[in-house]
């Protein structure tokens, strides 16, 4: 009995340990993954990122961040939805659908423009986007590095609207 108990000691104790560096592991990869996904606020004239405050903050992170109705351009079964959608999802490849007018852009709040330096074909221009009346944010999402300075060759013609314009560089892991 007491050769039981002296060989069971140490495997309970490597599985304590192997439980502590999991835990750690876990938690080093959740804070590298939140360094990596921040919020960036830019100006399309210029090329420096703008700081933004918590308040700014606050309801962009919540419409990004947080589930959504949401509509998918280029996808035509994610209109169909009952609830008016709040966060529009869209790629370069899809830009033409935002030029269309469609009664169902005038609940979005946020665009979230999926941004590939090496697919654009041609810039969005904010100021021939239709309906879309409750637009208070574009995020350009990468996944790959990409700076302001090329974000700013996507996007033209802000001026005649009060956007708040940011990216976020998304990249799996």
Known sequence: MKNQINTSLPI????????????ILILSCNVK???????????????????STETE?????????????????????????????????????????LYAS???NKSIKMLVIDFNYNEIQSPLDISAIKNFDS?????????ESCTSAQISRLLVNDSNRNLQLYYIIDIAE
């Open 57 to 97: 903050l606050s309801e962009v992170r919540s419409l990004y961040y947080e589930l959504q109705p949401s509509l998918y351009y280029g996808n035509p079964s994610s209109d169909k939805s009952k609830d008016a959608p709040v966060v529009g999802f869209v790629n370069t490849e899809n830009f033409s659908s």
């Open 12 to 23: 309970l104790i490597n599985s304590r340990i192997l439980l502590i560096v999991s835990i």
């Open 135 to 143: 637009l208070r944010y574009i995020v350009v999402r990468c996944s």
């Open 102 to 104: 469609n009664q169902i």
């Open 33 to 51: 993954a939140q360094s990596g996904n921040e919020l960036h606020k830019f100006n399309i004239n210029s090329d420096k990122s703008i700081s």
